[in-house]
């Protein structure tokens, strides 16, 4: 069960600069003041009411808590420390200062895929943890792989926001991530399984190796469309001109409509493009290389789409602004009751479903 300190958090950390956010959290550096040691702190606003869609709902965040205590992996996250104010909670957790994978990856001139391919056994390794204990991560993507630092190029895994406990027999559909990375069952309403994972495994290995997101559209609903048909290729030769048969054939055994086809963590970990069993597999990911020009684009439009989505932040913010001074009916802090819906676009999302990019 997920305790809470309810001190002050400044009584114990230093609080430092900003480090990343997102939708309704902030993250920072923080310094433990008995110890010196630096950690990230993790703020995260609290949903004030029923009605409201601000803020991340308690009961959410107490399970994104009890979660990361229950995993214990050199590839995942450790949770230090966590508080729970009156507006808000901070979780204390393992700093990690290396930047996202994908972004180291594109600043080298030459990467082939023995390498990648180690980089994503180690993300198996991880969901391997998860999975085994039936705790499925839900929201795999490019910006929650990251790396410890840059010297041990170690993985870590972030965001454990969407991550839910897997019972037998209880059937979970309420849950959206973001819309490039999402399953098809996600998106069909249909149950959620730990192999719901494993569709995100196959997008990010697809964009690793090529630089190419293969479902994305011009917009949201292309993109459903795009995965729901399943609507990917290797043909394009700027692409995948230098990608191995073994590196597609992975890709294959996760790009599955039906979730139980999908190749499991298990069988990840022993395919030959993860771990080579003759010496010709070996030759075949030492000579294929990732199109890491491609990948720079990749993050670079990523970027782009953030950048545009702090401007459209900022447009409803000014727009509720002039809307409240208008304004009659405040709550209790003088904010217009529900004016500054910053939530999913998405008009069926479900409270659980985070920001659709
Ligand atoms: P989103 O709404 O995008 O899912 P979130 O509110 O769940 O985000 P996180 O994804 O956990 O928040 O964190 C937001 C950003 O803060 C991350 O993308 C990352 O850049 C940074 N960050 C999170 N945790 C850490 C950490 N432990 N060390 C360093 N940076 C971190």
């Known amino acids: 069960m997920a305790m809470f300190r309810t001190e002050s958090v400044e009584e114990f950390y230093q609080i430092g600069e900003d480090i ?3 939708q309704f959290s902030e993250v920072k550096k923080v310094t433990e003041k ?17 009605a409201s869609r601000r803020g991340v709902k308690r009961e959410d965040i ?3 808590v ?8 050199d590839n995942i996250i450790s949770l230090h420390d966590a508080f729970e104010l009156q507006k808000e909670v901070v979780l204390i957790l393992e700093l990690v200062t290396g930047g996202e994978l994908f972004h180291y990856l594109a600043e080298e001139d030459h990467v082939n895929e023995e390498v990648a391919a180690q980089f994503v056994k180690k993300i198996l390794e991880a969901l391997k943890h998860m999975h085994d204990r039936n705790i499925c991560h839900l929201d795999l993507k490019p910006e929650n792989i990251m790396l410890l630092n840059r010297n041990t190029q170690n993985i870590m895994l972030i965001d454990f926001g969407l991550s839910r406990r897997i019972k037998p027999g209880e059937d979970i559909r309420d849950i959206m991530g973001t819309a490039e990375f999402v399953a ?4 069909n309403f249909e149950p959620l399984s730990l192999n719901t994972d494993m569709w995100a495994i196959g997008v990010i290995t697809y964009i690793l190796l090529s630089g190419l997101s293969p479902f994305l559209g011009d917009d949201q609903q292309e ?3 795009n995965v729901t048909a399943i609507n990917y290729s290797f043909e394009d030769d700027d692409f995948f001109s230098s990608t191995s048969e073994l590196a597609k054939d992975f890709i294959d055994h996760l790009l599955l409509k039906d979730p139980r086809k999908r190749a499991t963590v298990d069988q990840c970990l022993s395919h030959p493009w993860i771990m080579p069993r003759s010496k010709k597999q070996k030759v075949q990911r030492q000579t294929s290389h990732l199109k890491l020009e491609n990948l720079r684009k990749f993050n670079a439009k990523k970027r782009w789409k953030q950048s545009m989505k702090v401007v459209s932040i900022c447009n409803k913010l000014s727009k509720n602004a002039r809307l409240r001074s208008a304004s009659t009916t405040v709550d209790v802090n003088g904010l217009p009751i529900d004016s500054m819906h910053l939530g999913p676009v998405d008009k069926n999302s479900s409270p659980q479903t985070k920001d659709i990019k």
């Open 20 to 22: 990343g956010s997102g």
């Open 34 to 50: 008995s110890t010196g040691k630096d950690y990230a702190g993790k703020f995260i606003r609290k949903r004030r009411s029923t």
């Open 62 to 64: 107490v399970r994104e």
């Open 66 to 73: 009890s979660i990361l205590e229950e995993l214990s992996h």
């Open 184 to 187: 098809p069952e996600i998106i």
């Open 223 to 225: 993109t459903y469309e």
